[in-house]
């Protein structure tokens, strides 16, 4: 199994101001398919996505990818792992200001051995004629394009998206639904969505339904549709 999650637990705070975020999560996904994990704000999505990210630690259970389990690494390790194999794309876009768009993707590009061809992204990506622009001049939908660009130039093996149309209106959430579905086909990233909008689910492959730091439904998307067709 490419992607393990096993038994993890997260709390916040100490003594009677604990509180248990993760209540013992169990899942795995396969290469290639797009996970959307589902749930009200505060159900504990996010917390767990920043832990298979590696960007925060659980208390106990394990994340594992490629057999790799992330509590056996030490903080070197832990960072060439998340610069090997994760591309992250936020609710924020978190461009840097003074860069044009090719110059945003490109930062991606130099973390990694294994760069994707940043003019074939651009086209991919439907920003290459916006390549000189700087990050002021665009939408907030080529924005966001930029911050995916950034992730997957350096063709990470899963692709994390944290409410990655949280920000946008109808049209763009489904152009940059769109986008995250072509990439997962065309280079074959695993997809780990988060997500509270519901329509959302019918895209992915897998669905993992969460509430109160517990799974309430993991199930294999048997009726899966297009970007395009999803409706809110």
Known sequence: MFLE??????????????????????????KGEICVLLGPSGSGKST????????????????SINGEKTK??????LTEYRRKHLGYVFQMYNLIPNLN???????????SDNPLEIDDLLKT?????????LPNQLSGGQ??????GRAIVKNPDILLCDEPTGALDYNTSKEILKLIEEVNKKYGNTVIMVTHNDAI???ADRVIRLRDGQIRKDYKNETKILARDLDW
Do not use: C, P
Not at 72 to 77: G, L, Q, R, T
Not at 125 to 133: S, V
Not at 143 to 148: D, H, L, S, V, Y
């Open 72 to 77: 056996d690494m030490n903080e070197k390790s």
């Open 201 to 203: 689910k019918n895209m």
């Open 5 to 30: 999650i096993k038994d993890l637990k997260k709390s916040f705070g100490n003594g009677e101001n604990e509180v248990e975020v993760l209540k013992g999560i169990s899942f795995s996904v396969e």
């Open 101 to 111: 768009v090719k110059e945003n993707i490109e930062v991606g590009a130099y973390l």
């Open 143 to 148: 924005q966001q394009r930029t911050a995916i």
């Open 48 to 63: 767990l996505l920043n832990i298979i990210g590696a960007i925060d630690g659980a208390n106990s259970g394990y994340v």
């Open 125 to 133: 990506l439907g920003l290459y004629e916006h390549r000189h622009k």
